[in-house]
C-alpha cells in the first residue's frame, strides 16, 4: 500500500495559551511494517488509530494496538511502534503540552499503567478527524481550535466515566465493606448505601469480582478472622464479634465450609489448613 500523509504543523504554540498548547498533529496511512523510533518526545504524543493494527513497544512492554483505540506516549518515554505487516494501520495524531495536560489526560482515564484509551463508539475519532482536517480553515482562530480540541477530550471523558461506572460502584461497594464489615452489615446496606437495586450489584461483582458480593464480604471476615486467629490472643467469640458474625455458631460454621476445621483446632494447628488458606476465591 503506498504511503499517504497529512501533516499538519501548528506552529506557535503559545498563540492557543499555556494550560493547553498544540505542537504538531496529522494522519497516515503507513506502509506494511513501516516503524518507528525508538525514540523519546518532549511532549504528550497521542495516536488514534483509526484502521488496521500495529504494535507498541515502551519500557520493554508490547501493546498489541487495535482500530479504534487511541496509544499515549509520555515526555521522556522511549517508545517504539510498528505497522501490521498484513493490516498496517492508519492513524492520526496529535502533539500537545501545557500545565493541564496531565490533569486533562488522567480525567479521560490515562494513567503511568494505562496509555490506551478504546473508543467503541466512534465519536472520538470523529471530532478528532474534524479538528485536523479543519485545521486550515480555523488556524487563524485559535479560539476555534481549542473548542475542538477540548471536545475532543469531553468526549473521551464521557465515554471513560461511562465504560467505567461500574467499576466506581464496585469500588465504593469494597471500600464500605473495609470500613464497616464488622457491624454485622448485609448485601442490602452495600446496596442502599450506592442506591442501587441489589440485583444490579450481584451483577456487578460477577462481573468484576467474579464472586457474589455475598461471597466477597463472607471472604473478606474470614480472611480477617484468619488473621486475628493468628496475631492476637483474642477469643474466639471476640474474634466471630469483631469480624461481624452474628454468633459464634454462624462464624465456626462458615470458617469450616472454607478451611475444613474449626477457629480453635486452626488456632493450634495453622499448619493443617495453610493450603486451603491459600487457595483462590471461590
Known amino acids: 500500500m503506498e504511503k499517504r500523509e497529512i501533516f499538519v504543523d501548528f506552529n506557535n504554540p503559545s498563540n492557543l495559551g499555556h494550560a493547553l498548547n498544540l505542537y504538531y498533529g496529522g494522519w497516515e496511512v503507513c506502509c506494511a511494517g513501516h516503524k518507528f523510533g525508538p525514540a523519546v518526545r518532549q511532549h504528550y504524543l497521542l495516536h ?12 520493554n512492554k508490547c501493546y498489541e494496538i487495535n482500530q479504534n483505540t487511541i496509544f499515549l506516549i509520555v ?15 492508519e ?46 480553515k480555523n488556524k487563524h482562530n485559535e479560539y476555534k481550535l481549542l473548542s475542538q480540541l477540548y ?29 464497616n464489615f464488622g457491624d454485622g452489615i448485609s448485601v442490602n446496606d452495600i446496596a442502599a448505601y450506592l442506591k442501587i437495586d441489589r440485583t444490579y450489584l450481584y451483577r456487578l461483582f460477577k462481573k468484576e469480582c467474579g464472586i457474589s458480593p455475598q461471597k466477597y464480604l463472607l471472604d473478606f471476615r474470614l ?35 472454607v478451611y475444613n476445621d474449626t477457629p480453635l483446632n486452626y488456632r493450634r494447628y495453622p499448619q493443617r489448613v495453610a493450603i486451603e488458606k491459600n487457595k483462590p476465591d471461590r
Open 48 to 59: 488514534y488509530v483509526t484502521a488496521g493494527k500495529g504494535r507498541l513497544w515502551i519500557n
Open 75 to 89: 515526555p521522556g518515554v522511549v517508545a517504539t511502534y510498528q505497522a501490521d505487516r498484513e493490516s498496517p494501520w
Open 91 to 136: 492513524y492520526c495524531w496529535i502533539c500537545i503540552d501545557g500545565y493541564e495536560v496531565e490533569t486533562i489526560l488522567n480525567n479521560c482515564g490515562f494513567s503511568k499503567e494505562n496509555i490506551l484509551f478504546y473508543d467503541k463508539s466512534g465519536v472520538v475519532q470523529e471530532v478528532l478527524l474534524k479538528f485536523i482536517f479543519s485545521f486550515e
Open 151 to 179: 471536545d475532543f477530550f469531553a468526549q473521551m471523558k464521557k465515554l471513560w466515566k461511562k465504560d467505567n461506572i461500574k467499576s466506581i460502584y464496585v469500588e465504593k461497594a469494597i471500600d464500605f465493606i473495609y470500613k
Open 223 to 257: 480472611k480477617t478472622a484468619v488473621n486475628k486467629l493468628e496475631s492476637s490472643d483474642k477469643s474466639i467469640a471476640e474474634i466471630a464479634e469483631y469480624c461481624g458474625f452474628s454468633d459464634i455458631s454462624a462464624f465456626c460454621h462458615q470458617f469450616k465450609k
